[in-house]
């Protein structure tokens, strides 16, 4: 067990790395993309309210062709246990400046009298906003190129595992390549999970990464968990690949504690997918 609970970390994670510090490999062939990230909170009284509104608001302007395409998740451990992430991505930087658009980065602040010609936003200030207490943080999370991997065909998986840490200055380019790794043992490892890795560029601490596991049977990670270690790593990566992995890994992050969370997709209050 304290075998396991040491190298879970290494294997529910993979970081990102910033283009300034990143080879051209990765920063130069095209304009990275980026998610952004709402948080919204709500009184238990008034959830039941809060997602009937919010799937009407979605099914009404967000499925169907060129509409935006919004998604939410109800976060369910964590520091954040309980509250939505509303969220789009990933897109362009460039798309950020569409100004018709909700895809906005201050989609959290309150909207102006330009904005509340939207009916789109109409709707959320009259029908969401009086049962939210708190939506205003929003984050910028930028996704690392290289980093994914699709194990199985669902856009939106059930559930997705969040891993976040802290990675040590001047350890960008040699955790890109740590990252890199990691998406290499992933897709080889027959394991039904797809995820990805971005780094936090606004909103919070800027050292930050986070992973995504994405996985729709508990069952899956029981089954990562008890086999995803050493045999996984060095049949992709050679002799002593995990041991190896594991010890670029803890030079490259920070003696910090890793904040995790397990999110559930909502189908109803987002926009369609497989």
Not at 56 to 61: I, V
Not at 82 to 103: C, I, K
Not at 112 to 133: C, G, Y
Not at 249 to 267: G, K, N, R, Y
Request: glycine residues 8%; charged residues 25%.
């Amino acid at each position: 067990m304290k075998k396991l609970l040491q190298v879970l970390p290494l294997l529910l994670c993979s970081t990102t790395l910033y283009a300034e510090d990143s080879s051209p490999d990765l920063a130069e062939k095209a304009e990275r993309s980026v998610y952004v990230v709402r948080y919204i909170q709500v009184a238990k009284e008034n959830v039941a309210a809060y997602e009937a509104a919010l799937a009407e608001k979605t099914q009404k302007f967000n499925v169907g062709d060129g509409v935006d395409k919004w998604f939410t998740h109800k976060i369910l451990t964590g520091p954040r246990t309980g509250q939505y992430a509303r969220w789009f991505g990933p897109v362009p930087w460039s798309d950020l400046d569409r100004t018709e658009t909700t895809h906005r980065v201050g989609v959290g602040t309150p909207a102006d009298a330009a904005r509340m010609s939207n009916p789109e936003v109409a709707f959320w200030q009259k029908h969401l906003t009086p049962l939210e207490i708190n939506s205003g943080e929003t984050e910028i999370l930028e996704q690392v190129p290289g980093s994914d991997y699709r194990n199985f065909d669902v856009d939106q998986p059930r559930f997705g595992f969040a891993q976040r840490w802290k990675i040590k200055p001047g350890m960008v380019i040699r955790k890109e390549a740590s990252l890199l790794q990691f998406a290499k043992v992933m897709k080889s490892s027959g394991f039904s999970l797809n995820g990805e890795a971005s780094r936090l560029v606004s909103g919070g601490d800027y050292m930050i990464f986070e992973s995504w596991i994405g996985f729709n049977e508990w069952a899956e990670i029981g089954k990562f968990r008890s086999k995803g270690f050493s045999g996984v790593f060095n049949k992709a990566l050679g002799e002593e690949g995990f041991e190896k992995f594991r010890a670029e890994f803890a030079l490259i992050h920070q003696d910090s504690a890793t904040e995790t969370s397990v999110w559930e997709f909502l189908p109803a209050q987002s926009s369609r997918g497989k």
